[in-house]
């Protein structure tokens, strides 16, 4: 088992930054790409970004430009750096990791954007 806590979320304005963190523990070893979600009320969960071992990252297209997923392997770590973060971007955020082809997921981080 592979368990995930994400850290980071909170209030923030419209064009401000927050940086999400998750830390992965117990069975870590082969975990391969790591990624981030969201899900907005009402809405499906999408993905945000992802990031393979070796550092490899893609993007939705309404995150580009302003989101960076980067990961520490020797931390066991993925983050999320969040920049002109817009109304839109409010969700709970997901973090997820895979390891032999298996799916494992945090208990998720709310974001929420708002004047």
């Known amino acids: 088992q592979v368990q995930l806590v994400e850290s980071g979320g909170g209030l923030v304005q419209p064009g401000g930054s927050l940086r999400l963190s998750c830390a992965a523990s117990?069975?870590?070893?082969?975990?391969?790409?790591m990624a981030w979600y969201r899900q907005a009320p009402g809405k499906q969960r999408e993905l945000v970004a992802a990031?393979?071992?070796?550092?490899?990252?893609n993007y939705v297209d309404s995150v580009k430009g302003r989101f960076t997923i980067s990961r520490d392997n020797d931390k066991n770590t993925v983050y999320l750096q969040m920049n002109s973060l817009k109304f839109e971007d409010t969700a709970v955020y997901y973090c997820?990791?895979?390891?032999?082809?298996?799916?494992?997921w945090g208990q998720g981080t709310q974001v929420t954007v708002s004047s």
């Open positions: 997820n990791a895979v390891r032999r082809g298996f799916g494992f």
């Open positions: 117990g069975s870590i070893f082969g975990i391969n790409d």
């Open positions: 990031i393979t071992r070796g550092g490899s990252t």
